[in-house]
């Protein structure tokens, strides 16, 4: 379905699948991706306007997570208010069948009460009746899992809170080869993987000057339409692959063949890079007219 994203000067309409992996040559572009979902649900930026399909996002009705670095996965299991940890313990303090908040009410009432007595003044008291602050506020829970098992601990924290939440839409940004969570099996989640060592063909979205709509087949018959001679499908996919590879790093292109050579200038064109292709091959005559007609 299509993700529309307006602000100001931002416009961005791509289609996405639930599972998104984005290819990232450019940082910068992803990062500013990345800000305006940071901005409508962690700060609330009403000004915002983030639609997936028919349903305008914001804050109310959707849930943002991110978990690209080793500091963001170790923060999500902290003991602190509004962390992944946190809020498990609230939903197992709930659960807790053996919990009588009457009891615990009536027993604090009389605490406060002899204590007003032993003051000696006039004093009067409320008592907020919030189990979760009264627990939570005099312990201190602490994970007693090795490093080993973070993760483990981490999917299963994951897990309950995704099902705990059905009736919003989660938007989770994640990096695969740090976070090994399968996002696709929960209907209102969406998620965008940025890892770096997947199979090309997995990835659906691409981060150079600006996002795009990544559709390796749709480019391999795009090239096929303008061949000028025999097509070799598999040398060809390589070269795709490798080219965006070296656009990446920025690397030189250097080929020993004249489809790679072939290959490379038409992507040069198509995408309007100036990626440097070093050849050491002999190029036809047909070859090279074909190039400058283009």
Sequence with gaps: MNLKIQYKNYDFL???KKDNSLFLINKFSFFEFYYYFFQAFQLKNKDIEIQLGEKIL???NSIFFSFLDFTEILNSLEFKKGSLFYEYLISCLYKEENLDQDILFYDLA???QNVIKTADIDIDYDINEDIE???FGFTDFKLKSNFSDFIIVLNKILDSY???NINKTFIIFYDSSLLNFDFSIYDNCYSFDISDVQDFPKYNLICGKEIHKFDLEKIMEKLEGMWPVEFNRNIIEKCVVKFY???KSNLDLVVYEEQEYL????LNQMFQTNLKIICKCTIRD???SFLEQI
């Design 110 to 112: 009389n605490i406060i």
């Design 14 to 16: 791509e289609p996405i």
């Design 245 to 247: 590879l070296n656009l």
């Design 133 to 135: 602050k009264i627990v």
């Design 286 to 288: 047909n070859i090279k």
């Design 58 to 60: 914001d804050y109310k």
């Design 162 to 164: 995704l099902l705990k």
């Design 263 to 266: 290959t490379y200038q038409l």
